[in-house]
């Protein structure tokens, strides 16, 4: 009778390594502090799709996904992934020095803010708009989307292209809430014309 005995295969130690030989490169850590930092201030619905976009903007030099502030949901809002006036101004520092914006681009900033296609779509469905968009005219587009009303909607604007600082007067230049404000009343339809270029030119003589 023949007895084979079985060898068995004993596990290579785990390896072990001593303080002086890990390297941590000099920069990863506040590179890692400011990506936590900019994580819990954006909140995105998805931080591995937002991570990606953030690292890609990070390392291009590009403005990055990330809000300035924290915000705070009331508790009437909800909390799933949707357009918020802090995401608009991180899109509009993202684009508005194109000017003009190629649609696919916008679809991928959008995207990497994780937020839904359909309410881009829907946005984008209320003008005439082809492969290419006047960015002024999106973030109009935008903040009707989040107010109630036209004038609370030009208050978003304000809000987002103000140069005063927070808590301010949130000032803009008339010619642009000029712009902003007869474009949307034009998307509206049921403003008459006179009725805009009157209350512009109230606005004006107060400014």
């Known amino acids: 009778v023949l007895v084979t005995e079985r060898k068995q295969t004993m596990p290579l130690p785990e390896t072990i390594f001593c303080a002086q030989q890990i390297k941590i490169p000099p920069e990863l850590p506040d590179i890692l502090k400011q990506f936590t930092k900019a994580a819990i201030r954006t909140q995105p619905y998805d931080v591995l799709q937002w991570a990606a976009a953030y690292f890609s903007a990070l390392s291009k030099g590009e403005p990055l996904p990330v809000k300035e502030r924290l915000e705070i949901p009331l508790a009437t809002e909800k909390t799933d992934a949707a357009l918020t006036l802090g995401l608009l101004k991180v899109l509009h520092k993202q684009l508005s020095p194109k000017g003009v914006v190629n649609v ?75 712009f902003l404000y007869s474009y949307l009343a034009s998307i509206d339809g049921e403003i008459p014309e006179e009725e805009t270029e009157a209350f512009l030119c109230g606005i004006k003589e107060q400014a």
Not at 131 to 140: R, S
Request: negative net charge.
């Open 104 to 178: 696919a681009e916008l679809k991928e900033r959008w995207k990497h803010l994780c937020l839904p296609e359909e309410q881009l779509e829907a946005i984008l469905q209320l003008d005439n708009f082809g492969e290419e968009v006047e960015w002024m005219k999106v973030l109009a587009l935008g903040c009707s989307v989040l107010g109630e009303s036209l004038l609370s909607s030009m208050k978003h604007a304000c809000e987002i292209l103000t140069e005063d600082p927070d808590g301010g007067a949130a000032r803009v230049p008339f010619e642009t809430f000029s």
